[in-house]
């Protein structure tokens, strides 16, 4: 079964670049049978897409983040990863690693989530 | 890429039925059959509760059910329950490998 843990830190000062990873277990996360996604949420906002990866090659982002959002995988420790570089305060958010299995448009598995806080 | 439009919040009693509408365009909702829409409790990760806009997971309950018209998607809950009370969110493949999310809707079981 299919299961995903978020981790990086929790706090990230003005300007700098968030990382975080998201570590696959279940699965193998250059798998073409599934794609991946980062998904965030801001204290008390809706969810927002980020980007995600598919089929272990190809990655596509959210275009109002675009320039500031890279999403890769690390074969070696089956982890995606996501950067954001720039951060803001309008960057706080608890942030979802996310997958779907190819040919589906959905996403079935989520992480728990990991709080990140922008603040110097 | 704008969010998708839902009402804030909706409400209703202990058994009846309500329904959660998804406005977006036809570039996403309009343009395939692909809204899902997502359950989250306070705290908690999302849960898909319907997907290709009217087929549900194995152990979503067939009190939620899912349709669309043009560019509006709907979810329906019938026979609520205090257990519904969360908040629900519409996601639609908009293209390209692109999707996006609905603002988010309370529902308060009264």
């Known amino acids: 079964q299919l299961q995903l843990q978020e981790s990086g830190p929790g706090l990230v000062k003005p300007s700098e670049t968030l990382s975080l990873t998201c570590t696959v277990s279940g699965g193998s996360i250059s798998s073409s049978t599934y794609y991946w996604g980062w998904i965030r949420q801001p204290p008390g906002k809706g969810l927002e897409w980020i980007g995600g990866m598919y089929f272990g090659a190809s990655t596509y982002y959210n275009p109002s983040l675009q320039s500031r959002v890279t999403i890769s995988v690390d074969k070696s420790k089956n982890q995606l990863s996501l950067k954001l570089n720039s951060v803001t305060a309008a960057d706080t958010a608890v942030f979802y690693c996310a997958g779907g299995s190819r040919g589906n448009y959905y996403m079935d598995v989520w992480g728990k989530g990991t709080t990140v806080t922008v603040s110097s | ?110």
């Open chain 2, 1 to 110: 890429q704008s969010a998708l439009t839902q009402p804030r919040s909706v409400s209703g009693s202990p058994g009846q039925s309500v329904t959660i509408s998804c406005t977006g365009t036809s570039s996403d909702v309009g343009g395939y059959n692909y809204v899902s829409w997502y359950q989250q409790h306070p705290g908690k990760a999302p849960t898909l509760t319907i997907y290709d806009v009217n087929k549900r997971p194995s152990g979503v309950p067939d009190r939620f059910s899912g349709s669309k018209s043009d560019n509006t998607a709907s979810l329906t809950i019938s026979g609520l329950q205090a257990e519904d009370e969360a908040d629900y969110y519409c996601y639609s493949y908009a293209g390209s490998y692109t999707w996006v999310f609905g603002g988010g809707t309370k529902l308060t079981v009264l």
